[in-house]
C-alpha cells in the first residue's frame, strides 16, 4: 500500500529540513516520542511489536528501524537518528510507516 499523500507530505518536508544537519553528530539529539505529531501521523512506535497493523499495513514482521535505509544509528546501538523527524533519536527496535528496507 503506498504512503498517503499526508503522510508524503510530511515525510518529505521532515527529510528536505533535515537534510541541512546530515553531516552533524546527532548523539545528543532528543528522543523522539510516539505523541509526536509527525510520529503520530506516520504510525511510529518504539517497538515494532506495538504497530496498529490495521492502521499502518505496510508493516511486516522483522522491520526495524535498525535495518531501515533512513536509520543512521551506528550497527548494534540501541537508538539513533531518522532524518525522517529532523535528527531526533529513534528505537532501533521501533518502525514507522516511512520504512524503507536497507540495501
Ligand atoms: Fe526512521 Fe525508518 Fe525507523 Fe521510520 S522505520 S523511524 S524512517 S529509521
Redesign the pocket.
Known amino acids: 500500500m503506498p504512503l498517503s499523500r499526508r503522510c508524503f507530505m510530511i515525510l518529505a518536508a521532515s527529510v528536505a529540513s533535515s537534510a541541512v544537519f546530515s553531516t552533524e553528530s546527532r548523539a545528543d539529539a532528543p528522543v ?1 516520542a510516539e505523541s509526536d505529531p509527525t510520529a503520530q501521523a ?1 504510525g ?1 512506535r518504539m517497538d515494532a511489536f506495538k504497530v496498529d497493523k490495521t492502521k499502518f499495513p505496510r508493516f511486516q514482521t522483522g ?3 535498525a535495518n ?4 543512521q544509528g551506528k550497527s548494534g546501538s540501541a537508538m539513533g537518528p ?1 532524518p ?2 529532523g535528527g531526533k533519536l ?1 528505537n532501533a527496535k ?7 528496507k536497507k540495501a
Open positions: 523522539l506516520l511510529y522491520q526495524t528501524c531501515c535505509q533512513l536509520y531518522c525522517t523527524y529513534v521501533g518502525w514507522c510507516n516511512a520504512y524503507v
